[in-house]
Nanobody, 117 residues
C-alpha cells in the first residue's frame, strides 16, 4: 500500500518558519518526482514546489526565495522549509509523488498551515 504522510504543519505568526515533512512508503522513492501543493478555502490546488529525482527544483513565483524543497532518498522523505511566512501562505499543504510519463501519482492527506497574527 502506498502512503504519503505529511507532518510539521501548524500555526505561526507572519515572518515565522515551518518545516514540512512527507514520508513515503510503498514506492521506490528515488524513481518519483516529489512535490508540495497547497489549497486554500475556495481556491484551486496549486503547485508550491517540486523536486524531480536528478532534476532541478521548481517553485511557484509566490514562494521563491522563501521556501526550499529538498529530498532525502535514503529516508524516503521530502521536505519543505518555509521561511518568512505570510498570511497568504495559509492553506492545506499536500505532498505528491509522481512517476512522470507512467500515469502513476499519489497524494498525502494534507497538513494545515495557518499564518496569522
Amino acid at each position: 500500500q502506498v502512503q504519503l504522510v505529511e507532518s510539521g504543519g501548524g500555526s505561526v505568526q507572519p515572518g515565522g518558519s515551518l518545516r514540512l515533512s512527507c514520508a513515503a512508503s510503498g514506492i521506490i522513492f528515488s524513481r518519483y518526482a516529489m512535490g508540495w501543493y497547497r489549497q486554500a478555502p475556495g481556491k484551486q490546488r496549486e503547485l508550491v514546489a517540486a523536486i524531480p529525482s536528478g532534476g532541478s527544483t521548481k517553485y511557484a513565483d509566490s514562494v521563491k526565495g522563501r521556501f526550499t524543497i529538498s529530498r532525502d532518498n535514503a529516508k524516503n522523505t521530502v521536505y519543505l522549509q518555509m521561511n518568512s511566512l505570510k498570511p497568504e501562505d495559509t492553506a492545506v499543504y499536500y505532498c505528491n509523488a509522481e512517476r512522470r510519463g507512467r500515469g502513476e501519482g499519489y497524494w498525502g492527506q494534507g497538513t494545515q498551515v495557518t499564518v496569522s497574527l
